[in-house]
C-alpha cells in the first residue's frame, strides 16, 4: 500500500508519513506492517534487513483507547522485535451543518385575490457551471413579508466545501396547481452568508424578465438571512475514540429443526475440517465486531433445547455452562462454548426469540449515557413460535440500544423474519411502532459462494449483517441527545523533544 520515510540511526522512529485509508466498520480490513534497515539506496526490500512485522485489523487501531495501538513486533523467532504504534484519525470531510433563517421584505403581489404564497429554492452550483437544488422552504401563505422557519443542511449538500462556490435562490409564489410564480432571484455564497445577520446579507430579489422590461424597475423584493450557525455534526467514529463500547451477544438456535448434529445434513454438523453454517456465522461477524469492545469479553448464549442434568427446555441459557457470568473470551471463546454445548445438550424447541431478546434488553437498560451500545446477533434456521412476545420485545427494546441481526442458515422461508426486519413496514406491538429499525435479517443462503470459498462467503454475511450498524448507532445517540465523550489527548512518544527550527 505504501511506505514511511527512512529515518536514520534510531532504534525509536516516529514516522511522519501518514496512509490514507478508506474505513467500512462492516468489513474486516487486514492491514500488515513491515519493518526494514535500511543498508542501501535500492527500493529492493530483499536488499535490506527484515526487523519484523505486525499484523492487525483497521477496526482493531480504530477500536483501540484513542484509535492508538500497541502491539509486539513479531517476526523473527526467539527475538524480540520491539513494539509497533499505530494511531488513526478520521478525516474532516466537511461535516459541518449549517442552522440558517430568512425572511423576505415587500415580495411582489402574484396571486389576483389575494398576496403571494412565497417559498424559497436553494440552488448549489456545479463544477460544470450548472445549478442542482439542494433545498426548499415551507410555503409561507398569504404575505408579502414572510419568515421561514430556520432549516439545517450539511455544507456539503449547499456548497461541497467550497465555501466561494455560487449558491443561487430562486423565489417563487405557490399555486395549488404546480405552476408556481417566479417572483425572482438573487446569488450568494457560504462565505458571504457566514458573516450572518449584516447590511451583508440583504439580497435584492431579481426578476430579469421585468428588468429588461421596465426602465424603472429596482427589484421584486428584498431576501435577508435572519440567523446562522455552524454545528459539527458528529460521527460514528467520535464516539468510538470517545471510549464508546459495542458490547456484542450471540445467541443460537438449538431446536430440533436443525438436525442430529452428528449427522452431515445437520446444519450444527461437527465436521473436523471445516466450520459449519453456525460456526461460519459466528466467526465471520464476531471477528469484527469484538474489536470495538476492549475486554473482548462476548455473552454467548442458546435457546431451544433441553439441558442436563434434568431435561429442562430453556431458551435463555449459557454456552459456557454459567448462568451468572455467560462470557466468553473473544469470538474464539465463543465458538469453544458453541461446540461443548453441542455435546451436553439436546435439541429441542420451539423457537422462541423473546427471552433473549429481553435478557440483553435488561443489561441495555442500566446504561444511561453513550459509553456503551448494545448489539445482538441471533442465528436461526427456522420459522419464530413466539412472533407477538418477538415483536412485543423489539418494540421495548427501542427504548435502549438493543439492535438485533438475525442471520437465518438452512433452506426454511423466513418471511417472519423478513416482516421483523422493517424495512417495508415498521415492528409493531399492540399499536405502538418502533421507533427506529433496529432488525436486521439476511439469509446465509444468498452469501454463500458458489465456488465452495468459504472465506469469501464469511466476508459477504459480514458485510451486510453489519452494514447498518453506523447509522442505527448514531440514530440512537442522536435520539437521546448522547454526545461523545471527549477522546483522550493525543499521544506523544516519551522522551521526544520537539525540536524549533529558527
Known amino acids: ?43 529492493n526490500l530483499a536488499k535490506h534487513d527484515f526487523l519484523g512485522q505486525m499484523f492487525c485489523t483497521l477496526g482493531e487501531i480504530v477500536g483501540s483507547q484513542a484509535s492508538r495501538l500497541e502491539k509486539p513486533v513479531t517476526g523473527i523467532p ?35 385575490f389575494g398576496k403571494s404564497d412565497p417559498f424559497l429554492v436553494f440552488y448549489r452550483s456545479n463544477e460544470d457551471g450548472s445549478f442542482i437544488i439542494c433545498h426548499k422552504t415551507e410555503v409561507v401563505k398569504n404575505t408579502l413579508n414572510p419568515v421561514w422557519q430556520a432549516f439545517k443542511i450539511p455544507v456539503r449538500a449547499l456548497c461541497n466545501g467550497d465555501y466561494d462556490r455560487t449558491i443561487k435562490v430562486e423565489v417563487y409564489d405557490w399555486d395549488r396547481d404546480g405552476s408556481h410564480d417566479f417572483i425572482g432571484e438573487f446569488t450568494t455564497s457560504y462565505r458571504e452568508l457566514s458573516r450572518g445577520q449584516s447590511q451583508f446579507n440583504v439580497y435584492e430579489v431579481i426578476n430579469p424578465k421585468k428588468k429588461g422590461k421596465k426602465k424603472k424597475y429596482l427589484n421584486s423584493g428584498t431576501v435577508t438571512l435572519l440567523s446562522f450557525l455552524v454545528e459539527t455534526e458528529v460521527s460514528f467514529l467520535d464516539f ?97 462454548a458453541y461446540y461443548r454445548s453441542l455435546k451436553s445438550v439436546q435439541l429441542y424447541g420451539p423457537t422462541n426469540f423473546a427471552p433473549v431478546i429481553n435478557h440483553v434488553a435488561r443489561y441495555a437498560a442500566s446504561v444511561k449515557d453513550s459509553s456503551q451500545y448494545f448489539v445482538l446477533l441471533m442465528i436461526t434456521d427456522g420459522v419464530i413460535s413466539d412472533m407477538a412476545q418477538t415483536k412485543e420485545a423489539i ?71 453489519l452494514a447498518e450498524i453506523p447509522d442505527q448507532f448514531l440514530l440512537y445517540m442522536r435520539s437521546r441527545g448522547f454526545k461523545p465523550f471527549p477522546a483522550p489527548p493525543p499521544y506523544t512518544p516519551a522522551g521526544h523533544l520537539l525540536q524549533t527550527q529558527i
Open 240 to 336: 468510538i475514540k470517545g471510549g464508546t463500547q459495542i458490547n456484542f451477544t450471540v445467541a443460537i438456535d438449538f431446536t430440533a429443526s436443525n438436525g442430529n448434529p452428528s449427522q452431515p445434513t445437520s446444519l450444527h454438523y461437527m465436521n473436523p475440517y471445516q466450520l459449519n453454517a453456525y460456526g461460519m456465522a459466528l466467526k465471520a461477524v464476531g471477528e469484527i465486531i469484538q474489536d470495538y469492545d476492549s475486554d473482548k469479553m462476548i455473552p454467548a448464549l442458546g435457546f431451544g433445547a433441553k439441558l442436563p442434568p434434568d431435561g429442562r427446555v430453556c431458551h435463555e441459557f449459557a454456552l459456557n455452562g454459567n448462568p451468572q457470568n455467560p462470557y466468553c473470551n473473544g469470538i474464539d471463546g465463543v465458538m469453544e
Open 395 to 465: 418494540v421495548n427494546g427501542l427504548k435502549i440500544s438493543n439492535v438485533d441481526y438475525y442471520c437465518g442458515l438452512g433452506p426454511a422461508e423466513f418471511d417472519a423474519m423478513i416482516e421483523l426486519d422493517g424495512d417495508e413496514v415498521r415492528v409493531s406491538s399492540r399499536g405502538r411502532f418502533a421507533e427506529r429499525d433496529i432488525v436486521q435479517f439476511v439469509p446465509f443462503r444468498d452469501y454463500i459462494d458458489r465456488s465452495g470459498n468459504h472465506i469469501l462467503s464469511m466476508a459477504r454475511l459480514a458485510k451486510d449483517v
Open 1 to 43: 500500500f505504501g511506505r514511511t520515510e527512512v529515518i536514520d540511526n534510531t532504534l525509536n522512529p516516529d514516522f511522519v508519513k501518514k496512509f490514507i485509508i478508506d474505513y467500512f466498520f462492516e468489513e474486516r480490513q487486514n492491514l500488515r506492517f513491515d519493518l526494514y534497515d535500511v543498508d542501501s539506496k535500492s527500493t
Open 78 to 112: 526467539g527475538k524480540n522485535c520491539g513494539i509497533i504504534i499505530v494511531t488513526a484519525e478520521e478525516l474532516s470531510n466537511c461535516r459541518d451543518a449549517v442552522l440558517m433563517q430568512f425572511c423576505a421584505n415587500k415580495l411582489d403581489k402574484k396571486d389576483f
